[in-house]
């Protein structure tokens, strides 16, 4: 398995991005035919689908923005651990570190 190299910058522009891209549909609302209830229940069902698809699309696209975020911040809290170690093991061993 070769080496994972990813920019942390960009995986927060990413999430940026999806954010963009999120649904911006409003709720479709229910509407009646006159003199044909059947009718009027199957559209009222068909635009609950919809409505709920709009929904669940919706949370997929936060969460996947919230997981490149936190993936975003993993990366930067794991290299300011590992410099702050070098930094002291360099202090310790008398190695100057830039």
Do not use: H, Y
């Not at 993936?71 to 008398?94: H, N, P, T």
């Amino acid at each position: 398995m070769g080496d994972i190299s990813i920019c942390v910058d960009e995986v927060r522009r990413v999430a940026t991005k999806m954010s963009d891209v999120a649904p911006d549909l409003s709720q479709l609302r229910d509407f009646s035919v006159a003199d044909q209830p059947d009718l009027s229940l199957a559209v009222a069902e068909f635009v609950g689908c919809m409505n709920d698809c709009t929904a669940e699309r919706q949370r997929g696209v936060d969460a996947l923005v919230t997981g490149l975020r936190e993936v975003a911040d993993m990366f930067e809290s794991m290299d300011a651990d590992a410099q702050a170690d070098v930094r002291a093991l360099g202090a310790v061993e008398g190695w100057t570190v830039e």
